[in-house]
């Protein structure tokens, strides 16, 4: 049960203010903080969306957001969109939407390859490295997910809640 940190008589009344668990995929966690490495552009992002209308327990599903931002004037209240890494604990500090864990990157691996095994490393053993550094960074995001996090309304203007995350997969 989330604590309930809304005071003001209009944050009360957002319907997301009844959210007091998300349940989401930790695989769609992964999945998204993934492909925000690979192909996310500043018109094109990959999110958690919790869809109205919102109740006690809401679905966090995998959502790309193409171009700008636009819903339905009739749609109210607009959908939430989360970052994957809202879902990861930052031990840099609480920064939503921000993970100290960073995807490593086939130039990184190629640099320890290097390192390891002199100048003449060929493709199959950068590979390796590789994906032996995705398979340690996917071991550390799901180590390092979070119970509780905040989730911003009302495009960041002050409005927000915390709340309970509940970890299950779609199969379960």
Known sequence: MRDDPT?????ADHPAAEIETVVVDPDDVVDALERTHESST???????RLVPPFEEEVRA????????????????????????ATFVRNETGVHPDETHLRHPTREQA???ARDEHGDD?????????????????????????????RIYFEH?????????????????
Do not use: F, K, M
């Open 7 to 11: 005071t003001d008589e209009q944050l």
């Open 42 to 48: 500043p018109l094109r992002t990959h999110v958690l």
């Open 61 to 84: 599903e995998p959502h790309v957001q193409e171009g700008p931002r636009r819903n339905s004037p009739e749609r109210e209240p607009e959908p939430i969109h989360l970052e994957p």
């Open 110 to 112: 190629r640099t320890v």
């Open 121 to 149: 490393v060929d493709h199959a053993v950068v590979t390796t490295y590789y994906e032996d550094a995705c398979e340690e960074w996917e071991r550390r995001v799901r180590e390092s997910l979070l119970e509780r996090v």
């Open 156 to 172: 960041r203007d002050g409005d927000e809640i915390w709340t309970d995350i509940r970890y299950e997969s779609v199969g379960d």
